[in-house]
């Protein structure tokens, strides 16, 4: 059996390596970003963030197994790291977005820090559920989210015309704002003193299943804006796939994360 688990854990990082391999020779012409099989390196830059996770998340697991309690020691401590991690995860974004996709080894530098930076946020809810033996429902569940993310995706490619981005983006930010309000709610409650477990529990596993059905949706969106995109690009400074794939990147472990939280809960 561990043998077995030894090559599963090989095909992330085998994955990791192959697409890293191909996008080398597809997405550039020189030094340059090129337009030439847009879609493809985007897919292949999401394929390599994806993988990266996976890959990151095993090898501390095995180098640091009680990264839980070496980081978070108390209760302030982990605020103030969960919060060092959200305020860096927002600025990686803006930088991303920013940054000109002529440079190459700049944007390509941020762009894996702020997937390690993801990582390193995500840690500690994926350890604690291996060390309660709830592996098994991270990996359903990181199948699940796939095969989810191919249906949509093949939808958005195979019938472009049902997503509209101009009419969907005001309210998919409406649905994105609510559901943030939303999530805040259990925290008022018990403020004002009215902490229910059983309400939480109940709330948190109805809105996952909400945030899953919205994240789907704006995964529509995502996949609509690269056609589009892959159609508009001229020259390499439209080239921007760190900045492309991260919107579908960030989409898809949204995804991931909502609908492990609901089955957690279910």
């Known amino acids: 059996m561990s043998i077995r688990n030894s090559l599963l854990q090989l095909i992330p990082l085998a994955t990791?390596?192959?697409s890293s391999t191909i996008v080398q020779?597809?997405?550039f012409d020189g030094e340059k970003p090129t337009c030439n099989k847009y879609v493809l390196?985007?897919?292949l830059?999401?394929?390599i963030a994806l993988s990266l996770v996976v890959c990151l998340t095993l090898f501390l697991n095995a180098v640091v197994p009680n990264y839980i309690e070496t980081v978070f020691s108390s209760l302030l401590t982990a605020i103030i790291v969960i919060l060092v991690h959200i305020i860096l995860m927002f600025y990686l974004r803006y930088l991303i977005n920013t940054i000109s996709p002529l440079e190459v080894k700049k944007k390509t530098a941020v762009w894996l820090l702020f997937i390690t930076n993801l990582t390193l946020l995500l840690l500690p809810t994926l350890q604690i559920m291996i060390k309660t033996n709830q592996g098994g429902l991270i990996v359903s569940t990181m199948f699940i989210t796939l095969g989810l993310t191919l249906a949509l995706s093949s939808i958005a490619f195979y019938k472009p015309e049902l997503i509209q981005t101009a009419s969907w983006k005001p309210y998919i930010i409406i649905a994105l704002l609510g559901f943030i309000l939303?999530?805040?709610i259990p925290l008022f409650t018990c403020m004002a003193g009215f902490c229910n477990n059983e309400f939480i529990n109940s709330w948190y596993y109805y809105?996952?299943?909400i945030g899953v059905i919205i994240f789907c949706f704006i995964l529509l969106y995502?996949?609509?804006e690269v056609i589009e995109n892959s159609e508009k690009c001229?020259?390499?400074?439209n080239a921007d796939y760190p900045k492309e794939s991260t919107n579908l990147f960030m989409t898809i472990i949204n995804i991931f994360i909502n609908l492990l939280s609901a089955r957690r809960r279910r």
């Open 207 to 209: 809105l996952a299943v």
């Open 222 to 224: 995502h996949t609509k």
């Open 182 to 184: 939303a999530s805040l």
């Open 45 to 47: 830059y999401l394929t």
């Open 16 to 18: 990791l390596l192959g």
């Open 41 to 43: 390196n985007t897919y």
């Open 25 to 27: 020779s597809t997405a």
């Open 234 to 237: 001229k020259s390499p400074e």
